[in-house]
């Protein structure tokens, strides 16, 4: 029964170009392709990669974030019984109303109660040390990524020409620095995954899971197909923008605005050219024309799956892009970077008697990566 399971989920019919077998793919003492069973190793990565980032945060990112004054404590709101079951019964945020009654009930001021909400609405939020410390995971996996890409595609002729990529498919030999890049990208997605629920949730929250899997099964089906070549180019295009949106956020929190919004700005830039230009125009048009013309291997369902995925991505790229319109929008309104509509929301935690605000920095893009294949 597992082997009848088996086989049909591998069937050629669906995965592989007409005529082309598994047993064309099977890798001898001279030439080496993708392998299902590789897929499997990601997980382990997964697991290795949490575990890094662990270290990394608790050992690294942690002690920078607080040698630059980023607050990792904040202040709780006093236990009050009546206030306390407003919160969790009635409403989070009170109207002016209520509060009058609440002030009055409590022998309070309005702005002792205010603050109250305040402070209990945001200890159950990150702090921005935390979100500092993602934040510098993200952006040392992005370049140290990114980098190495670049490093092993400069030579390659389908950097050159994208129609390489079709040229002979699926007869494209493997070498280990494409299994290298595939197989820990892969791992780094689906640790995303298994982190989702520990990590700083923001409002765009399906989307980040709609993307996180569509990532997933995108590097999963070239994977399986053969189509690596495609797939690193995509990587090529993802993480360089994500390097400036996690350095935007980071200065953010470190509340350096000029070099936050100049981030922001090359960010910005960065991002409209390589996924709403080049990713398209480029890639996608590649994929969808130039495959089965030059590569003569005719339609097969994995195809369509796998250019679906690749259209999936750019919906939400196009998403994204709107949401960063209107900040480029503000920001040149307003000549500074304004808060993500997408992030979580941090609110003014201690604001005293006279109204001056001594709580968290606001400005600055704190959008979640607008990740990847991803």
């Known amino acids: 029964m597992v082997a009848y399971q088996y086989s049909w989920f591998w069937n050629e019919r669906f995965w592989l170009p007409p ?5 064309d793919l099977r890798n001898t003492d001279e030439v080496q392709y993708p392998q299902t069973t590789q897929l499997y190793v990601s997980v382990g990565y997964a697991v290795v990669l949490l575990i890094i980032r662990l270290i990394f945060e608790r050992f690294i990112a ?18 009050n019984a009546i206030l306390e079951k407003v919160f969790t019964s009635i409403t989070k945020n009170p109207d002016e109303k209520r509060l009058q009654g609440l002030a009055k009930q409590l022998d309070w001021s309005e702005r002792q109660v ?18 500092f410390k993602e934040g510098s995971w993200r952006f040392t996996f992005y370049t140290l990524s990114f980098s190495y890409a670049v490093t092993i595609l400069k030579d390659k002729p389908w950097l050159k020409d994208i129609k390489y990529c079709w040229y002979d498919f699926p007869d494209h030999p493997l070498t280990d620095d494409i299994t290298y890049l595939y197989i820990v990208e892969l791992g780094f997605y689906w640790s995303l995954i298994f982190s989702l629920f ?9 989307e980040q899971v709609i993307h996180h899997v569509c990532t997933i099964a995108l590097i999963s089906f070239s994977w399986v197909d053969n189509l690596v070549r495609a797939g690193s180019l995509v990587f090529l295009l993802h993480d360089v923008s994500d390097i400036f949106l996690e350095a935007a956020k980071l200065l953010n929190y470190a509340k350096c605005q000029g070099l936050c919004d100049a981030c922001f700005v090359v960010f910005a830039i960065i991002f409209f050219v390589s996924r709403l230009f080049i990713y398209p125009y480029w890639l996608v048009y590649s994929a969808a024309t130039d495959s089965t013309v030059i590569a003569g291997t005719g ?10 995925l690749l259209l999936l991505l ?17 920001f040149v309104i307003s000549g500074t970077a304004e808060k993500d509509d997408r ?18 920095y606001q ?12």
């Open 114 to 131: 205010q603050r109250w909400f305040r402070r209990r609405r945001n200890q159950d939020r990150p702090t921005l040390l935390q979100k």
């Open 299 to 308: 339609m097969f369902p994995a195809y369509y799956v796998f250019n679906g």
């Open 343 to 360: 992030s979580d929301v941090e609110e003014n935690s201690d604001v005293d008697e006279n109204g001056k605000i001594n709580g968290l």
């Open 62 to 79: 942690g002690p920078i974030g607080q040698s630059l004054g980023i607050p990792g404590e904040r202040k709780y709101a006093e236990p």
């Open 363 to 374: 400005n600055g893009p704190t959008s979640n990566s607008t990740n990847h294949v991803h």
């Open 198 to 206: 520990r990590d700083v949730k923001r409002k765009d929250f399906p």
């Open 314 to 330: 750019q919906c939400l790229h196009i998403f994204w892009g709107i949401t960063i319109a209107k900040m480029a929008y503000k």
């Open 19 to 23: 005529n082309v077998t598994w047993a």
